[in-house]
């Protein structure tokens, strides 16, 4: 079994629906972080949190929230869906901060129409 | 304002020459940098960091070269290997951020 999972794998949804991606992880990594990638770009932050009670913005968190709901588990919702929210989503989990190696999962392809 | 480059989109190289996968970063308060390699439909994996008091870390057929005063950095895979093709993105972390570059396509030729 995957240590990082992801679901759904694919959503295609509409204009101002919400949507909620769920990352669940059995590393027992305290630190689990939510990108977004577009085609051609890197991996953007968009939040991150280094245990329960911490949660942090990171570079595009506008339009998104996200919650922390066990040491396990970080879901991340676009309130509002917007179609330049169409992208690659990432949850990665480590078990220390920024010097330490992430572990990703398989990614959610979200496509707003 | 991007703060970490990879300026090759792409790269092809014959199995069994030398691959070198440049990064270059802006911040100098990044003092930590990883690589990692990313399938088609999977999640990136990490490869390989180095820290910056070091100038070269090697893993196997990974070696990464930091060069702090070009702020530069170079992952190089020798020999390369039909499974090597992959997308590679360099990361710089720092300053209480991490940076990902766009990443470059390395494709292993026959």
């Known amino acids: 079994d995957a240590d990082v999972t992801q679901t759904p794998r694919n959503r295609i949804t509409k204009t101002g629906k919400r949507i909620m991606l769920e990352c669940s992880q059995t590393?027992?990594?305290?630190?689990m972080y939510w990108y977004r990638q577009d085609p051609g770009l890197g991996l953007q932050l968009i939040y991150y949190s280094f245990d329960v009670k911490d949660i942090n913005k990171g570079e595009i968190s506008d339009g998104y929230s996200v919650s922390r709901q066990a040491q396990a588990k970080f879901s991340l919702s676009l309130e509002s869906a917007i179609p330049n929210q169409t992208a690659l989503y990432f949850c990665a989990t480590s078990d220390g901060g920024w010097l330490r190696e992430q572990f990703f999962g398989p990614g959610t392809r979200l496509t707003v129409l | 304002d991007q703060q970490v480059k990879q300026n090759s989109p792409s790269l092809s190289v014959q199995e069994g020459r030398i691959s070198i996968l440049n990064c270059d970063y802006t911040?100098?308060?990044?003092?930590?940098f990883l690589w990692y390699k990313k399938y088609p439909a999977e999640g990136p994996t990490f490869l390989i960091s180095?820290?910056?008091?070091?100038d070269k870390n090697e893993d196997g057929r990974f070696t990464v070269f930091l060069n702090k005063s070009a702020k530069h950095l170079s992952l190089h895979i020798v020999p390369s290997q039909p499974g090597d093709s992959a997308v590679y993105f360099c990361a710089a972390s720092g300053d209480d951020k991490i940076i990902f570059g766009k990443g470059t396509r390395l494709h292993i030729l026959p």
């Open positions: 180095i820290s910056s008091i070091k």
């Open positions: 911040n100098s308060m990044f003092d930590y």
């Open positions: 590393k027992g990594h305290d630190r």
